[in-house]
């Protein structure tokens, strides 16, 4: 299987060359094109509009598109790092490496609750909400300490980053820079906030998968 930021960066890839060449289509090409068929999946008929609403439809489907591959590459993630963040015995979330230039690095509980911290801050960016107190500034909360509390904090933040993700494409609701993300303020998006924060993810569980096997133990998804 493909790293699921490799995953991410084609999935983004063909989805802008897609757009491109609809763009083109529609708005170069009308002449070649002055009926659209749109497909009802409904009735499974199909009817017509005319080229001036072609380019509504298509972005409305790629939109749709992007939406639910966005979503795909999300429960992907969380299939992975979930059940090996779940794999580490609890006694072992204090584990840092020691056997090289590691002095400083977080722990393993310490890295799950800064991975979860960050897909909140940038979820709630998304949202056009207020940076999560509780956030801790990549952190995560300090009353966040068993195993049990890491989990339910990482798999909250999963939904919050699912919520970002459904809300790609709408207009009334504002989008706000986030301080942790390097994206500036003219040019911050959803998409752009969301995406970062799949490969913030894609990045922390390598280090995950490192850890396991630093304690003996084989990721899940490595598992026959």
Same mark, same amino acid.
């Given at each position: 299987?493909?790293?699921?930021?490799?995953?991410?960066?084609?999935?983004?890839?063909?989805?802008? &060359? %897609?757009?491109?060449?609809?763009?083109?289509?529609?708005?170069?090409?009308?002449?070649?094109?002055?009926?659209?068929?749109?497909?009802?999946? +409904?009735?499974?008929?199909?009817?017509?509009?005319?080229?001036?609403?072609?380019?509504?439809?298509?972005?409305? =489907?790629? /939109?749709?598109?992007?939406? +639910?591959?966005?979503?795909?590459?999300?429960?992907?993630?969380?299939?992975? *790092?979930?059940?090996?963040?779940?794999?580490?015995?609890?006694?072992?979330?204090?584990?840092?490496?020691?056997?090289?230039?590691?002095?400083?690095? +977080?722990?393993?509980?310490?890295?799950? /609750?800064?991975?979860?911290?960050?897909?909140?801050?940038?979820?709630?960016?998304?949202?056009?909400?207020?940076?999560?107190?509780?956030?801790?500034?990549?952190?995560?909360?300090?009353?966040?300490?068993? /195993?049990?509390? *890491? %989990?339910? &904090?990482?798999?909250?933040?999963?939904?919050?980053?699912?919520?970002?993700?459904?809300?790609?494409?709408?207009?009334? =609701?504002?989008?706000?820079?986030?301080?942790?993300?390097?994206? /500036?303020?003219?040019?911050?998006?959803?998409?752009?906030?969301?995406?970062?924060?799949?490969?913030?993810?894609?990045? +922390? &569980?390598?280090?995950?998968?490192?850890?396991?096997?630093?304690?003996? *133990?084989?990721?899940?998804?490595?598992?026959?």
């Amino acid at each position: 299987m493909l790293p699921v930021g490799i995953v991410a960066a084609l999935t983004l890839i063909c989805c802008v &060359y %897609l757009a491109l060449a609809l763009r083109y289509w529609f708005r170069v090409l009308p002449s070649a094109l002055p009926l659209v068929p749109v497909a009802s999946p +409904r009735h499974g008929s199909c009817r017509c509009v005319d080229s001036s609403q072609g380019d509504a439809v298509i972005r409305l =489907a790629l /939109k749709r598109a992007l939406k +639910r591959a966005l979503q795909s590459l999300l429960k992907i993630a969380q299939k992975q *790092i979930i059940p090996a963040v779940d794999a580490m015995p609890a006694d072992k979330f204090g584990f840092a490496p020691t056997d090289g230039e590691f002095k400083g690095v +977080r722990t393993f509980g310490q890295m799950v /609750k800064h991975l979860s911290a960050t897909n909140r801050i940038l979820a709630a960016a998304a949202l056009g909400e207020e940076p999560p107190a509780y956030a801790g500034d990549e952190i995560g909360p300090e009353a966040v300490r068993t /195993k049990a509390e *890491i %989990l339910n &904090y990482l798999n909250g933040s999963f939904a919050h980053l699912s919520k970002a993700i459904e809300a790609i494409g709408q207009t009334d =609701a504002s989008v706000n820079p986030s301080p942790i993300s390097p994206v /500036k303020r003219g040019e911050v998006t959803r998409l752009a906030l969301v995406v970062e924060s799949l490969m913030h993810a894609c990045d +922390r &569980y390598g280090q995950i998968v490192e850890y396991l096997r630093m304690n003996g *133990i084989v990721p899940p998804a490595s598992r026959p």
